[in-house]
């Protein structure tokens, strides 16, 4: 299984449509904040925190991803299709940096910043098992630079992940040895037995609640 699938920058999808007034026209750009936290999965679509890591959703903000302030995109001012969520630190540093200029492209060159609605990030970011973010190809290290992205809170996000998974992995495997003993071991007493049972059920409780706290809310 590619954990990248879940554990780090999810693939998104935008819902077909956003609401709309009945005379055609997108509501204020506010209105659609619940929608748009849930398109992009609750987490920072730049550090790829979950809210639930981070304090929940107060501490997430609602980001121009084509910056209002720049006059080539004021008409997208209250389009869903350019609202992203993002964690209060990553939206304060991209501020109105934008270097793709007016280019269609989000990103040019070494920089710019990754429409996760259109590109797989997993092909611009790897992670290494202490949490760090590897940068695989533009413009993912001018990201980890001006966005902090491997800033000492997330870097340890994402090492607990990572440990939290490994964890699940590593109790299921050790239930599975011990059914195996069981499955080979025909003349083992009923006492024998019985205590083998109860170690295999504390070891997949132990993961079941590992992965009821930690990683539920990632999928
Ligand atoms: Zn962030």
């Not at 495997?173 to 059920?201: C, F, H, M, R, W």
């Amino acid at each position: 299984m590619n954990i990248f699938n879940f554990l780090f920058f999810p693939s998104l999808q935008r819902r077909k449509e956003y609401r709309k007034k009945s005379k055609g026209s997108y509501y204020d750009y506010s209105y659609y904040r619940d929608v748009i936290r849930a398109d992009c999965k609750h987490r920072c679509i730049y550090c790829d925190a979950h809210e639930n890591e981070i304090g929940g959703d107060e501490a997430m903000e609602l980001d121009h991803f084509r910056p209002k302030s720049i006059s080539a995109y004021n008409h997208l001012h209250n389009d869903p299709n350019n609202l992203v969520i993002g964690c209060r630190r990553c939206n304060n540093l991209k501020g109105n940096k934008w270097p793709a200029q007016e280019s269609q492209e989000s990103f040019v060159g070494d920089s710019g910043f990754i429409d996760p609605f259109q590109h797989p990030r997993h092909e611009f970011f790897r992670v290494s098992q202490n949490g760090e973010l590897i940068p695989l190809k533009p413009p993912a290290k001018y990201l980890v630079d001006i966005l902090e992205l491997n800033r000492q809170s997330r870097r340890k996000l994402r090492e607990l992940r990572l440990q939290h998974f490994d964890l699940i992995q590593q109790l299921e495997q050790k239930a599975n040895d011990l059914k195996k003993v069981l499955e080979n071991t025909p003349e083992l007493s009923l006492e024998g037995k019985e205590e083998i049972n109860q170690a295999i059920n504390i070891f997949r409780a132990e993961s079941i609640r590992i992965h009821e706290n930690n990683i539920r809310f990632l999928l």
